[in-house]
């Protein structure tokens, strides 16, 4: 199945939730760096689960190898040599699952927020150089594209944007992370509370945008509002099931509370949606796991055949 003329692409799904489910050390605030750091394995296991349910872009696991998650001293120690060997993990997931299933597989490098999930209050943009460097060059030997993960502002966007573009030369994937609507009446808006319409100057500098750490629902409205800005530019998607109308907590403390109603199926339907509203990578963010993959992935093949 095709969006447009481009050929489907399939993300992997959600990282820590998958470690948890597998019995992997997993907390916050360490979230997924705990088992990088405990139990390297059961990172590598989590990355052929999905590849075995039909991903064929594996992303590293990073994401909590930023002061936020594993604390100061933590970070300045073993940043580097912990985003290495996510990287690596992911290459040789890659490279031994490449041939066993139709298509080019591919790694994308995760770009962290430096900062912490969905908060643009905390951003301090004069840290983004001291925090992402170490991740970036210890990544670049071993991935395909860069995918910068979650931004909530334009402010963030531009500036991780800005320092990838000075230290490789790889393609760049952008991902927004959307404040979740009371109404479908609301507009769409990034996590700072700025209109998506805002977005539109950065997009010049990336090969693609996306959708993630989102509510399903939230995402077909910002694929067809993208598209109407840019309709030249690779667009994708990718939602957590979070329950985020019952989280009472501040995002990061605490382990979030999963939707019981985003099964594989309805998650499939999501999917639907966002590829018919013009979406040429779809998958899984946080509690997305091979379930919901293959499901995905099995309903794309049943459209080339």
Not at 25 to 31: H, I
Not at 193 to 219: A, H, T, W, Y
Request: proline share 6%.
């Amino acid at each position: 199945m095709t969006a447009g003329d481009k050929a489907i692409q399939i993300l992997d799904g959600g990282m820590g939730r998958e470690l948890k489910k597998i019995g992997a050390p997993f907390r916050q605030p360490e979230w997924s760096a705990l088992a990088l750091m405990q139990s390297p394995e059961l990172v590598s296991d989590v990355h052929t689960h999905f590849l075995n349910a039909g991903a064929t872009v594996i992303t590293t696991n990073a994401y909590a190898l930023v002061p936020f998650h594993i604390g100061e001293q933590t970070f300045n120690e073993q940043a580097f040599k912990l985003a290495e060997t996510a990287a690596k993990l992911a290459r040789d997931a890659v490279n031994a699952q490449q041939g066993k299933q139709k298509g080019k597989l591919s790694v994308a490098g995760c770009i962290p927020p430096a900062f912490g999930s969905y908060r643009p209050d905390l951003f301090d943009a004069s840290r983004v150089s001291e925090i992402l460097m170490p991740l970036i060059e210890a990544q670049a030997p071993y991935i395909d594209v860069w995918l910068i993960e979650t931004a909530s502002s334009i402010e963030e966007a531009e500036a991780v944007v800005s320092l990838i573009k000075t230290l490789s030369s790889r393609p760049i994937w952008l991902s927004f992370s959307l404040h979740n609507r009371a109404s479908t009446d609301e507009p769409v808006t990034l996590r700072s509370g700025e209109p998506l319409e805002k977005i539109v100057p950065v997009l010049r500098d990336v090969e693609r945008v996306l959708f993630n750490c989102s509510q399903p629902e939230e995402m077909e409205s910002a694929i067809t509002i993208t598209r109407k800005l840019n309709p030249n530019i690779a667009i994708g998607a990718y939602a957590n099931s979070f329950s985020e109308r019952k989280r009472s907590h501040q995002a990061n403390a605490l382990l979030s509370e999963l939707r019981d109603d985003v099964t594989p199926a309805r998650y499939l339907d999501y999917v639907k949606s966002w590829i018919a509203a013009g979406a040429s990578t779809v998958g899984g963010c946080c509690g997305i796991g091979p379930e919901h993959i293959k499901a995905i992935s099995e309903f794309l093949e049943t459209q080339t055949n």
